[in-house]
């Protein structure tokens, strides 16, 4: 049974910093796409960042220059890191797993990741 338990998050004062933790467990850890996500009242969830099995990383237009998506296969845990955070970035992040490969063009499509963490609330005050 595949498990992702997300960590991390919390409330921050925009340019401040927070760290995102997701520890991975029964799933092939070095085959699956990893990825971030956030949702947003009102808005559809977006593809924050991603990583693949190569450690090829992509990011959305909005976080590039200021997050940072790593990951330690030894303890198979995914990291985001966030710093400059802006009140925009406010929203319920997810971390996600393929569990297999895919292709490079939908690392931050919603659609091809089979897991999902349970969700951390990132709150962002001007």
């Known amino acids: 049974q595949v498990r992702l338990v997300q960590s991390g998050g919390g409330s921050v004062q925009a340019g401040g910093s927070l760290r995102l933790s997701c520890a991975a467990s029964?799933?092939?850890?070095?085959?699956?796409?990893m990825g971030w996500f956030r949702q947003a009242p009102g808005k559809e969830r977006e593809g924050v960042a991603g990583i693949d099995s190569y450690g090829s990383t992509s990011y959305a237009d909005s976080v590039k220059g200021r997050f940072t998506i790593s990951q330690d296969s030894a303890t198979n845990t995914l990291y985001l890191q966030m710093n400059s955070l802006k009140p925009e970035d406010t929203a319920m992040y997810y971390c996600?797993?393929?569990?297999?490969?895919?292709?490079?063009?939908?690392?931050?499509?919603?659609?091809?990741?089979?897991?999902w963490g349970q969700g951390t609330q990132v709150t962002v005050s001007s």
């Open positions: 996600a797993a393929t569990g297999g490969p895919i292709v490079p063009w939908l690392t931050l499509n919603s659609t091809a990741y089979n897991y």
């Open positions: 029964g799933l092939t850890y070095s085959s699956s796409c």
